[in-house]
């Protein structure tokens, strides 16, 4: 979030939590890849191009969609078409993986959504199993709001967080 454009603080002011969701989701498709072969099939050169290419896309859809105005109501926003633009061609235009295909696209359906705008929004949820807390996004939208929350996380996570059963690094130390 440090290293996104200033454009973050640009009207309507859905933007800026569009840009946290891509931030959150694009962590954790890099994250995975500490993972391989449980995170992914096998590694993928995700990287700051694709985020990118996503930020452009958020622009070009939320100033279309804005037409100048400080707010759009999230319901009007299209989701199918970011969805598919994000999970088909910026991401997904380098897997090669039926499977690692399918991952991504329930990734982005999960975290580009009109109800990433709701308070209680779980960006990780809850895991009883490993006693993992779900984790709430953050409400504000001001990148100083999100960088905040974002200090406040823990520096050790599970691998829970990244869609990954709890003994992720037990499973991958063992495999290899």
């Known amino acids: 979030i440090q290293s996104f454009p200033d454009t973050m603080a640009k009207i309507p002011m859905e933007r800026s939590r569009m840009y946290f969701q891509l931030a959150w989701m694009h962590a954790v498709v890099q994250e995975r890849l500490r ?6 099939s096998k590694k993928y050169e995700f990287g700051d191009p694709d985020l990118r290419s996503a930020i452009d896309t958020i622009d070009t859809w939320i100033d279309t969609l804005a037409g100048g105005r400080q707010n759009v109501a999230p319901e009007k926003i299209p989701w199918i078409a970011l969805q ?3 999970a088909q061609s910026i991401y997904g235009g380098r897997i090669d993986n039926e499977t690692d295909q399918r991952l ?3 990734f982005v359906r999960s975290y580009f959504l009109e109800r990433a705008y709701k308070a209680d929004y779980a960006l990780v949820p809850a895991d009883k199993a490993s006693e993992t807390a779900a984790v709430i996004a953050p409400e504000g939208s001001s990148r100083e709001k999100l960088l905040e929350w974002v200090s406040r996380l823990p520096d050790s996570q599970s691998p829970v967080w990244l869609g990954l059963p709890a003994n992720a690094e037990m499973v991958l130390l063992a495999s290899r």
């Open 35 to 40: 993972y391989v072969p449980v995170g992914w």
């Open 84 to 86: 598919e633009l994000m």
């Open 104 to 106: 991504l696209v329930s």
